[in-house]
Structures are given as structure tokens and as C-alpha cells.
């Protein structure tokens, strides 16, 4: 029974520690999500205008509506000037001084704009919530991406 019991004790320990060590690191992939993250002042507050970002000699324009912005409330946003070869459009809207979990929404293109709607999940911690929405190509990440923030 000794010769039984000792190997499922070692299986479940090695199981456990196994399955610590995947968490820790599959979580997402982001590092970049801190809440230390140093909240310096935005060039462009997409809560009060539309705000434009340069990539790949584009300018692309990135657009919310309505405004301001309300916390778990149907947001549209929108991409214009982006002149890409998606295989399937998507973003990526994450917070970069808090974790709130990952919105992944796909985007629908009509007449050259890039359009999606969403919901803002809310952070009772934070007075400011910095948000970065992250264009990718199915699973892919562009590099193109804005930041914003949510006042509480």
C-alpha cells in the first residue's frame, strides 16, 4: 500500500507546482498591466475629441461616442484612416494601472471606418482608470494602439 501512496503523493505535488508555474505565466502575456503604472499626462484625451495616431505613414483616427464615456454603458468605437489587410479585425481594450480582465471585440468595416461596440468594466480602486485599446489582426497585435483614461 507504502509502494501506492507515495507516488500520488508526488504525482499531486508535481501536478500542483506544474500547474502554479503555468498560471503565473500564461496569464494573458501582458507585463504591462501594473498598478504602479505612472498615469503622465495623455497627448490626446479621446474622452473629450476624436484623436489621431500615426502608423505605418497612415494617420489613424480613433473615435468614442457618446461623451463622455459611461462606465459598463454601450460605447462605439471607431477607426478611420487605417488602410490594412485584416484576415479578422479585432481589439483589445485592457487597463493599464489596474487588471480588469481583457474586452476582445471584433471589428465590422463600412465605408473605410472600423467600427465596434463595448462595454467599459468599472475599478472601484482607482480614481482614474488608464485603458489601452490595441488593434490586432486575429490573434496578432498590429502595433497600433491608444491609450485613454476613464475618471471614476
Known sequence: MKTFIIPVIISIIVGAAA?????????????????????????????????????????????????????????TISLSGLNYDFYDAKIRIFGLNMDMGTIIASLVEKDNIYITKVALSACLVEDVMRYRIAVYDGNEPTGLYIDFDVPR
Open 19 to 75: 500547474a502554479f508555474i503555468y498560471i503565473q505565466f500564461s496569464s494573458d502575456s501582458r507585463t504591462d498591466v501594473s498598478r504602479d503604472y505612472d498615469l503622465v499626462p495623455l497627448k490626446c484625451d479621446l474622452m473629450k475629441k476624436k484623436c489621431t495616431k500615426e502608423f505605418n505613414g497612415q494617420t489613424v483616427t480613433f473615435d468614442m461616442t457618446p461623451r463622455p464615456v459611461e462606465i459598463m454603458a454601450e460605447t
